[in-house]
T-cell receptor, first 113, second 117 residues
Framework: AQSVTQLGSHVSVSEGALVLLRCNYS??????LFWYVQYPNQGLQLLLK??????LVKGINGFEAEFKKSETSFHLTKPSAHMSDAAEYFC???????????FGKGTMLLVSP | EAGVVQSPRYKIIEKKQPVAFWCNPI?????LYWYLQNLGQGPELLIR????????DSQLPKDRFSAERLKGVDSTLKIQPAELGDSAVYLC???????????????FGPGTRLTVL
C-alpha cells in the first residue's frame, strides 16, 4: 500500500523568503503525486501534479515540485513567499493512474511580514 | 462550470442524533468519493462510487455510516447515531472517466464541518 510522509506539521517563513515543504512517499508501482492547498473553511485545491514525463512540474501561484525517484521525494517549493500563501498544504499519492488518493498529514505554512 | 456542491456547510448536533450530508458532483463525472478529514490530519477515503456502484467502501464504518448514490449523480452520506468522535470535516470529490479508461483528476467540494456535542 502507498503512504505519504510530510516532514513538519508547521513551517514558518518570512514574506519574500523561499518556501520548501517536504514530502516523501512509498509506492510499489510508479506513482502519481499531487500537492493540494486548503485555505480555512474551504475544500482542497490542486496546486500541481506529477504523472509521467518531466520530473519538474510547475503549478499555480508560482509553486513547483520535483519528482525524485531515487529519494522517493516530491518536495514543494516557491522562490518567494507571499502572505496569501498562508494555508495548509497536503501531499498525496496514487498507485498508478488517477485513483483513490492517500494523503499526508499536512503542513501548515505560516507567512510573517 | 459549477464545482462540487456540498450541503450543509456546517452542522451541529447532539450525540446519538442522526445526520446526513449531500453532495452534487460536477456534471458528467462518473466517480464520486467521500473523504473524512479529522482536525490536523489529511483526508481519508470513506467510500468511492463508480456511477451507482460502491467500488470501495472498506473504510466505511458500516455499523453507523451509510451512503447512497441514486441514479449515479447526487450522493448522500448518513451517520446514525452520531458519536462525539465523528466531529470532523466530510469532503466530497468527483472525477471524470478518461477516454482510455480509468478515472481522471479529483475535484473537491468545500466540505461539511460536523460538530457533535
Amino acid at each position: 500500500a502507498q503512504s505519504v510522509t510530510q516532514l513538519g506539521s508547521h513551517v514558518s517563513v518570512s514574506e519574500g523568503a523561499l518556501v520548501l515543504l517536504r514530502c516523501n512517499y512509498s509506492s510499489s508501482v510508479p506513482p502519481y503525486l499531487f500537492w493540494y492547498v486548503q485555505y480555512p473553511n474551504q475544500g482542497l485545491q490542486l496546486l500541481l501534479k506529477y504523472t509521467t514525463g518531466a520530473t519538474l512540474v510547475k503549478g499555480i501561484n508560482g509553486f513547483e515540485a520535483e519528482f525524485k525517484k531515487s529519494e522517493t521525494s516530491f518536495h514543494l517549493t516557491k522562490p518567494s513567499a507571499h502572505m496569501s500563501d498562508a494555508a495548509e498544504y497536503f501531499c498525496a499519492v496514487t498507485e498508478g493512474g488517477y485513483s483513490t488518493l492517500t494523503f499526508g498529514k499536512g503542513t501548515m505554512l505560516l507567512v510573517s511580514p | 462550470e459549477a464545482g462540487v456542491v456540498q450541503s450543509p456547510r456546517y452542522k451541529i448536533i447532539e450525540k446519538k442524533q442522526p445526520v446526513a450530508f449531500w453532495c452534487n458532483p460536477i456534471s458528467g463525472h462518473n466517480t464520486l468519493y467521500w473523504y473524512l478529514q479529522n482536525l490536523g490530519q489529511g483526508p481519508e477515503l470513506l467510500i468511492r462510487y463508480e456511477n451507482e456502484e460502491a467500488v470501495d467502501d472498506s473504510q466505511l464504518p458500516k455499523d453507523r455510516f451509510s451512503a447512497e448514490r441514486l441514479k449515479g449523480v447526487d450522493s448522500t452520506l448518513k451517520i446514525q447515531p452520531a458519536e462525539l468522535g465523528d466531529s470532523a470535516v466530510y469532503l466530497c470529490a468527483s472525477s471524470p472517466m478518461l477516454a482510455g479508461g480509468g478515472t481522471g483528476e479529483q475535484f473537491f467540494g468545500p466540505g461539511t464541518r460536523l460538530t457533535v456535542l
